[in-house]
């Protein structure tokens, strides 16, 4: 039986040109983009906290905005809660003797660190916005002292954290960053620091997201 | 008549034990909290206007082992939008730098997006401006705004764009100009970019087809 005809083109006729049509159309370069894909978005396991044996004559304690305007419990209580851990690194580290640098933002100097963590007077102190490395001298106070590794704690965890574990890895610096002594105000911004510093290219493997208590001197 | 106090010692002492117990500084750190913390709402696209005369398209690390379809097959998907982006790019004599990472050269750019001869080429690891003149080449032209678009997402991306931030440049990032092998690090990308402080502030998110010359 002769295929049906309409104004004398064939169904077969019409898919050809349809199938033609087709090709030369561009192929769709990307059909979305993050923003239009964001509520598919599936996080992946947490990060493992791994046990750090750091040696404590080539290993600096970064001490990262522990300052009032940034640690406080209006504005960022995770970070109040961090001040235990971080005073038991800070405690290690002056038990082992090992440097300890502060870092501020602003105007802010020394002065403003919590008391809970407050330097002792000789240790030095860097000011910088999130990467503690632009602008300061951070880098040449660390190899000065043959330091080869960082052990980073502070907040922001996804502003100075990230931004300065990231460039000490750059800078061929092996980083240290127990999770239970960064913050961000919101959990959010920790995940986003924990999972990039664990799985980030070309920085992770020289990171070690660990926790204080996993820390061996 | 005398009172029993027994169950009063008992109760305050649950009520001090419970106090104690509240106390300590922080119950669980962000990898205990992982699985019950949520993305946040999805960041705003804005529409952006830009000044070709101050304005520098960086083309970040569009070279064969960061951008391929085996391992980055977002990347690839993303050439066609970035080479529109290219194009206006040189169709408004603006400035475009390519970047690359170890032994990779200007010639390793791939086709669709290719360099000219005349565009800089720079070589760095995520950050683009630690050991190498990019700032330099920008400053030079007079550039206060630089459009990032490349690969990784959460690698050069992140570190190329956030520094520029902290060195003072306004930086725009256009959504489909970006990839990373997963779409996770897309997303925590964009979210930092447009939530960390200092350089939120100086970062617009946008797509390209929602760029004015």
Do not use: W
């Given at each position: 039986m002769a295929p049906e005809r309409v104004f004398g083109i064939t169904a077969a006729m019409l898919l050809a040109a349809l199938a033609s049509f087709l090709a030369v159309l561009p192929e769709p370069a990307r059909a979305q983009n993050i923003i239009d894909e964001w509520a598919s978005v599936k996080a992946p396991p947490a990060p493992e906290p791994k046990a750090v044996t750091v040696d404590a004559k080539t290993t600096a304690l970064l001490m990262l905005d522990f300052i009032n305007p940034s640690c406080n419990e209006q504005r960022n209580p995770r970070c109040v809660a961090t001040l235990p851990a971080a005073k038991k690194l800070l405690d290690a580290a002056r038990a082992n003797s090992m440097l300890v640098v502060y870092t501020a933002w602003g105007?802010?100097?020394?002065k403003d660190t919590r008391p809970e963590v407050a330097p002792n007077g000789s240790e030095p102190f860097v000011v910088s916005f999130l990467n503690k490395y632009i602008g300061t001298d951070l880098e040449k106070i660390l190899k000065d002292k043959g330091i080869q590794t960082v052990i980073i704690a502070g907040t922001f965890a996804h502003g100075a954290v990230l931004m300065t574990a990231s460039d000490s890895a750059l800078r061929g610096f092996k980083v240290v960053v127990p999770v239970d002594a960064m913050s961000s105000p919101t959990p959010y911004g920790e995940k986003v620091a924990a999972w990039e510093l664990a799985n980030g290219p070309i920085i992770a493997p020289n990171i070690a997201l660990t926790t204080s208590d996993m820390i061996k001197y | 008549?005398?009172?029993?106090?027994s169950p009063l010692i008992a109760a305050i002492g649950m009520i001090a034990a419970a106090i104690v117990i509240a106390a300590p500084a922080r119950a669980a750190d962000i990898v205990d909290e992982w699985a019950s913390v949520k993305a946040p709402p999805a960041p705003e696209l804005k529409a952006v206007t830009v000044d070709p005369k101050t304005t520098a398209l960086l083309m970040l690390d569009f070279v064969p082992k960061a951008c391929n379809a085996e391992h980055n097959p977002r990347c690839i998907a993303s050439?066609?939008?970035?080479?529109?982006?290219?194009?206006?790019?040189?169709?408004?004599?603006?400035?475009?730098?390519y970047s690359g990472y170890g032994k990779f050269t200007k010639n390793d750019v791939l086709s669709p997006v290719a360099?000219?001869?005349?565009?800089?080429?720079?070589?760095?690891i995520l950050n683009k401006y630690l050991h190498s003149d990019l700032e330099k080449i920008l400053k030079d032209k007079g550039i206060q705004n630089v459009i990032t678009v490349g690969t990784a997402a959460n690698g050069a991306v992140l570190g190329t764009a956030s520094t520029a931030a902290e060195l003072g440049?306004?930086?725009?990032?256009?959504?489909?100009?970006i990839s990373a092998p997963d779409l996770y690090a897309e997303q925590y990308t964009v979210w930092d970019l447009t939530h960390a402080p200092v350089i939120a502030s100086r970062v617009t998110l946008t797509k390209i087809d929602m760029m004015k010359f």
């Open positions: 105007k802010n100097t020394a | 008549m005398k009172l029993d106090l050439l066609t939008p970035v080479k529109k982006l290219l194009d206006e790019a040189r169709g408004h004599a603006m400035l475009v730098v360099a000219n001869e005349s565009e800089p080429f720079v070589l760095g440049f306004n930086v725009i990032v256009p959504v489909d100009g």
